[in-house]
Nanobody
């Protein structure tokens, strides 16, 4: 079963930076969208950033200018660079691929999540 493996989470200080990465264990026929969501206890998971297969990036309104999402199609990897971190960025971050595992067959793939904690 194809897995998404996240890395780069951890503890950071307010004002600092972190870069998360996510790589798929196998190749896909085509990856349409790569992205990141986050969730805090008691709240719904929300999309933070996404990038399409044409490299069009989309961001949550509150994060524009502070984060950058990028993808490497050769490595099936998506990265999320977060700058000027704030305590409210503390959450579990999940990567997600919307991918075709064969022609005309699309499904979503989720990573297990990586904890990001912003604290002094």
């Amino acid at each position: 079963q194809t897995q998404l493996m996240e890395s780069g989470g951890g503890v950071a200080q307010p004002g600092g930076s972190l870069t998360l990465s996510c790589t798929a264990s196998e190749s896909f026929y085509r990856i349409l969208i790569m992205g990141w969501s986050r969730q805090v206890p008691g709240k719904e998971r929300e999309i933070v950033a996404q990038v399409t297969d044409s490299c069009r990036a989309m961001y949550h309104d509150s994060e524009k200018g502070r984060i950058n999402v990028s993808r490497d199609n050769d490595k099936n990897t998506v990265s999320l660079q977060m700058n000027f971190l704030r305590p409210e960025d503390t959450a579990v971050y999940y990567c997600k691929f919307k991918a075709m595992y064969r022609k005309n067959a699309i499904r979503d793939y989720w990573g297990q999540g990586t904890q990001v904690t912003v604290s002094s």
